[in-house]
């Protein structure tokens, strides 16, 4: 296995933010790194979230979360391995989330985008979620709209 990365740049006008692609045979300790070493050299100020795993406070990146949502009167946070409780509020939550990353899909649930393997569009009147890791919601009717509006501006009709 090469040691090296190949890098291509492409400058289009199409692009508005940047975009990269990591084409590669297997996740591993050197892709991970890259995609740390890009997050963190990137201009944005979306914090970790502070969770709690029983009794030690963890701090989880955005881009390993797949949902958050609410549990009775617990706010759960869920990667793809583990399930956190949050002592904050879903709006509050909502506030520190990267927009273009996370969208509320129901008055209790809000998913990462980055980790939805399909939306499933058979059922009439509703949209499926399905992750890649296996974990399956729903978006509720009052936010089909803005669930339909999200597809539609990432070139995604489902009319």
């Not at 590669?24 to 969770?51: G, H, L, M, W």
């Not at 030690?56 to 009167?73: A, C, H, M, N, P």
């Not at 809000?110 to 009439?124: A, E, G, P, Q, R």
Request: aromatic share 6%; glycine share 4%; net charge neutral.
């Amino acid at each position: 296995m090469k040691s090296m990365v190949e890098i291509e740049v492409v400058i289009n006008e199409k692009y508005i933010d940047p975009k990269v692609t990591i084409k590669t045979k297997a996740n591993t300790r050197q892709v991970e790194n890259i995609i740390y070493a890009i997050e963190n050299a990137s201009d944005n100020d979306f914090p970790q979230i502070v969770a709690n795993d029983n009794d030690k406070l963890v701090f989880i990146s955005q881009r390993d979360i797949v949902r958050i949502y609410t549990e009775g009167r617990r706010i759960l946070l869920q990667t793809a391995d583990e399930v956190y409780t949050v002592k904050r509020t879903l709006t509050g939550l909502e506030e520190d989330l990267n927009p273009g990353r996370f969208l509320r899909i129901s008055q209790s649930e809000i998913i990462n985008l980055y980790k939805v393997k399909c939306f499933d569009i058979s059922v009439s009147g509703t949209i499926g979620v399905e992750f890649d890791c296996g974990i399956k919601s729903w978006a509720s009717r009052s936010r089909m709209k803005q669930v339909r509006e999200m597809l539609k501006n990432n070139g995604t009709s489902i009319d």
